[in-house]
């Protein structure tokens, strides 16, 4: 379920102002930076994930490499990749602004691109260098010295890449490994890609048992609603389960969104028990110009980094229900501040989700915050761990508690839980724990993967505003939305459309075609006097009083209704043109230049209808807000949110499931259900259940010949 109307795509996104890594966090009125977003392409990543695959899996029958060994040299070309996408981004910008004397440009040096969240690349590790290297030159000699001058560059990831592997692969082998990951879409690519494809190529190594399947990436969504709730601008930065860093990566997203320089404003602090994940995550840092301190440690038993603490924030997806943590090597650690939770008679931890989150909280300053992802289970466990639940509830720290649905992550369907500490928590809310029933929002990228829109990190985040007493905040969110709305409407620019609608029912000399264009020409014009009209009315821009915000809101609906039926309208002309067209093509009229026509038609048509959409879309947004926080304070807001004290939590035996207390959202008509689309996705799930059905009898009949041979 969406939260409103569907998300217009990028180029709307763009035109309404939106941007994925700059619309979350901080709202205020400085100008957003214009930085591109990857939002599209992380939507469509399906195909190239799997062409990547498909290259980078032919190695396991063409190399000496083991599955599991030919990962980390694939991954350091696409290192290599993401790299130089990010140099060339960044060059950019700094050329741009280099001082000219007597016509000369001082050299670029690596301060410049630090500053910008990028490494500096020099010519022979340069991506496009090795791409062009012939056949019959020396690939592994040139990867291999590419890895190396960057390492010279870069101490924290001395003897982190991969080097001597590339040895071990044919020079036809790399070259296709280098054209494949040429792949213009990866060259644009922008956020945490690295980690993306990292989480992907994990997943088809889990599948083949050559990783733990306990370990995955951490969905930039889910990353980025943590950050936006704790916030993390300042001091010290620990994840004690860091994987491949992508906590440290979206952390320094958020400050960067506020103008400042992360390896200025905060220091990384990490653990991680696999040796090749350290190194990814080292990679992964360095190819975002970040630096951190990452320990190998298993982290039940170990704590590298004691001596560095206390810490402002944690951040952390650990591994959910681990029931092999000897108890007995544990019993006496300092970080269990709210005791052991329950021991099986074998003297294992019974599940260590507490053993994590007593961890979590113990790493934490006076005024710290956390948060982490946590299986669904842990937040009404009981026994022993009710227990030690119970006592983290008295102590007060617990702040926030965000029920997520299943399919979030690539390897895992389950539901999770996202858990807020915080310890700087005022004395009027010590006693209370804000919960937020987050599991009907989410957009559908695949059949199998959801994530949350940029606007719905906003809408969720600004819960937690009123909850904190930030109205301000919230007013600017909200604010933004109308902005976007009440420009987007009356920019909307017809005249291509009714050309074109005018030119094609000429053509094709159609009584009730010609009647339908002026028709909507005339809709048109009179939805741009309208827009203009309630605009000048109601809105002048920026940040005003929440009634009259609501006021401008409502003012606008009806142009909003103008714009839907106009939509569908138009939708209806162009159907219509069609079935004109295939009777002319059969009456043996040239269709050539009818076909011409009708394709320029439908692409007037989709700018005109995605223009509508993208302004309906935050109008929708604003809505959406206003709609269950009509006073811009918080409230509680059935099947979404409630605030709850310590009594009511006691009385459900210290319970922490947001579900519980919040209730069931009334069931909500969708107005703008799409029997078309709705049609187009079942027949993507029947395409997608076919060709899984396909692989898995591929699968079967392999297995059973090689059990008779």
Sequence with gaps: M?????????????????????????????????????????????????RLWSVADHLRANSNFASNEYFLPVMGLIFLRHAYSRFLRVKAEVEATLPSRGGVTRPLTKEDFSQRGSIFLKPEAQFDQLVAIPDGGDRAGAIIAAME????DYQSLDGALPKSEYQ????????????????????????????????????????????????????????????NVIEPDHGKIIDPACGSGGMFVQSAHFIERMKQSPNERVTFYGMEKNPTTIRLAKMNLAVHGLEGDI????????????????????????????DEIDAEKIKDDPRLTFGLPGVNKGGKVSNGNYVWMSFFHSYLSDKGRAGFVMSSQA????????KVREAMVKSGDVDVMIGIRGNFFYTRSVPCELWFFDKAKPSNRRDKVLMIDARHIYRKLTRKIFDFTPEQQQNIAAIIWLYRGQQDRYLALVASYLDNAFSAFPACDFAPLIEIMDQVAKALGDEELS?????????????????????????????????????????LHPVAEQAKALAKTIDHFFKLAGRVHDVEVADGTKPAEGKKRLNALDAQRHAV???????????????????????????????LVKLVDEAEIAANDWSLTPGRYVGVAPEEEDEDFDFEEALREIHIE???????????????????????V
């Design 515 to 555: 009647i339908l264009a002026g028709t909507l020409g005339a809709d048109m014009v009179a939805l741009a006097q309208a827009a203009n009209s309630v605009k000048a009315q109601y809105w002048s821009g920026g940040v005003a009083e929440n009634a009259a915000m609501k006021d401008a809101a409502a003012a």
């Design 2 to 50: 969406l939260v409103g109307d569907s998300p217009p795509g990028e180029a709307q996104r763009a035109l309404l102002g939106y941007n994925a890594e700059t619309t979350i966090g901080y709202m205020s009125n400085q100008p957003r930076p214009n930085k591109p977003s990857g939002d599209t392409l992380l939507q469509h990543f399906g195909d190239i994930e799997k």
């Design 149 to 152: 001058s960057i390492e010279a």
């Design 379 to 386: 937040s009404s466990a009981g026994g022993q761990e009710a």
């Design 609 to 639: 209808i995605e223009h509508l959409k993208a302004a309906r879309y935050s109008l929708t947004q604003a809505d959406w807000l206003q709609s269950r926080f009509p006073d811009a304070e918080l409230c509680d807001v059935e099947g």
């Design 686 to 708: 029947i395409e997608g259940l076919n060709a899984e059905a396909v692989e898995l009898a591929a699968t079967i009949k392999k297995n059973f010949q090689e059990l008779i």
């Design 295 to 322: 320990q190998k440690a298993i982290s039940y038993y170990d704590d590298p980094h004691a001596a560095k603490g206390p810490f402002d924030f944690v951040m952390a997806n650990p591994p959910f229900n681990v």
């Design 168 to 227: 071990e692969l044919s020079s036809d082998d790399l070259g296709q490994l280098l054209r494949t990951f040429n792949d213009p879409a990866l060259e644009k690519a922008d956020g945490d890609v690295f980690g993306r494809i990292y989480e992907y190529f994990l997943t088809q190594f889990a599948d083949q048992k050559a990783h733990d399947g306990g370990e995955f990436f951490t969905p930039s969504s889910i990353v980025q609603t943590l950050v």
